[in-house]
């Protein structure tokens, strides 16, 4: 399916050279080199943006950057969930404990809490009821910052998004996030694969296709400690991309098995039980998901390298991303030189703004 472009956004088959396009542009085009609420100076981009055609395409593999494929999936688990507490997302990213004023909750960077509490009735919902009502709708946005955070301007915990709107065109759904200020080394990361797991997910309920994926930001920075490793990125060989796992029809019902199931392993209350009867009845894609957040257990406790048994099942690339981020914690044998692509797939040429 071709999408026709009327803004003239750049468009990328993939998350990765979306990703290298951004770092490119903001080293060599930025249009301001300044700093804000006294922080770091930082090259700064105005009025940014990218279209992703294949939204599930939104893994970045850099042996540079070294993403955390598990912080991803927790984190937009944690989003789906409507969770705005630490308990959960401070085991896989610490440094948001940091953040909150109470020790407590986070506001701004919870903004799965503000699309889909209470559940039922949450703008989320609205949204599903609207557009299986009237699929050709312009109002199927969720506004996620609030006016009242800017009433205390030392709060550091306050929404870089401001909404996500759905569209569903030609029988697809495309999804549309506006971010007020991205940091692009970090932020641009979690918030791209959140948002486009969410939209995989909503794709799902509706029972129609996953369209484009559209990532506005007013402000895409970066600031002048990651510019070398920006730099470093650019000149590193990129891995071959895989063909992506596609999300089988999902329903609230599944989410509350993962999530009971996060849960258990995060506290610790054992090992993944692969045969237990709510885990074997689960798509392939959801088990992966949970060997994912078992191998972090296994890390966390210091339980050696991890197990073949949680590694046997796993793609290749996300082996891959494992060894790049925990080296020495996984077998030799279990990393592959590199993450290679399924059989036919092609890797998409990127474009350039």
């Known amino acids: 399916m071709t999408a026709r472009m009327s ?11 979306a990703y290298r396009a951004v770092l490119h542009q903001i080293l060599t085009q930025p249009d301001y ?3 804000t609420r ?3 100076l930082r090259n700064e981009v105005l009025s940014a943006g990218f279209v992703l055609a294949d939204p599930r395409q939104r893994v970045l593999y850099s042996a540079v950057r070294r993403p ?6 927790a984190e937009a688990l944690w989003h789906l969930a409507g969770r705005d507490d630490l308990d959960m997302i401070s085991y896989y990213a610490p440094r948001l404990r940091r953040l909150p004023a109470d020790g407590v909750r986070l506001t701004g960077t919870a903004y799965g809490n503000r699309l889909f509490t209470p559940r039922g009735h949450s703008q989320w919902d609205r949204v599903i009821d609207l557009l299986r009502a009237d699929p050709g709708s312009t109002r199927a946005a969720l506004p996620v910052m609030r006016p009242d955070e800017l009433r205390d301007p030392g709060d550091p915990d306050v929404a870089r998004a401001l909404a996500v709107q759905f569209l569903i065109r030609d029988g697809a759904l495309h999804t549309v996030a506006f971010v007020r200020g991205q940091d692009a080394w970090n932020g641009l990361v979690s918030d791209v694969f959140s948002f486009t797991l969410i939209a995989e997910f909503t794709a799902s309920a509706l029972g129609v296709p996953l369209g484009t994926y559209t990532h506005l930001v007013s402000s895409m920075h970066l600031t002048a400690a990651d510019v070398p490793g920006a730099q ?12 992506p796992p596609v999300m089988p029809p999902t329903g609230w019902g599944t989410l509350g098995t993962v999530l009971s199931w996060e849960r258990h392993l995060r506290l610790n209350d054992g090992p993944l039980d692969l045969d237990a009867p709510d885990v074997a009845i689960l798509a392939p894609y959801w088990q992966h998901v949970l060997l994912l957040l078992e191998m972090y257990r296994q890390i966390t ?3 050696g390298q991890v197990s073949a048994g949680v590694l046997d099942p796993l793609p290749a690339p996300w082996r891959w991303l494992i060894a790049q981020r925990w080296p020495g914690r996984i077998p030799p044998l279990y990393v592959p030189a590199s993450p290679r692509p399924a059989q036919g797939c092609v890797r998409r040429p990127s474009s350039a703004r």
């Open 68 to 73: 955390n494929i598990v912080l991803q999936y």
């Open 301 to 303: 406790r210091r339980e």
């Open 7 to 17: 803004v003239g956004l750049p468009v990328f088959g993939t998350f990765d050279d």
């Open 232 to 243: 470093t990125v650019l000149a590193e060989n990129a891995a071959l991309m895989p063909n």
């Open 33 to 35: 080199f300044a700093a």
């Open 38 to 40: 006294g922080g770091p």
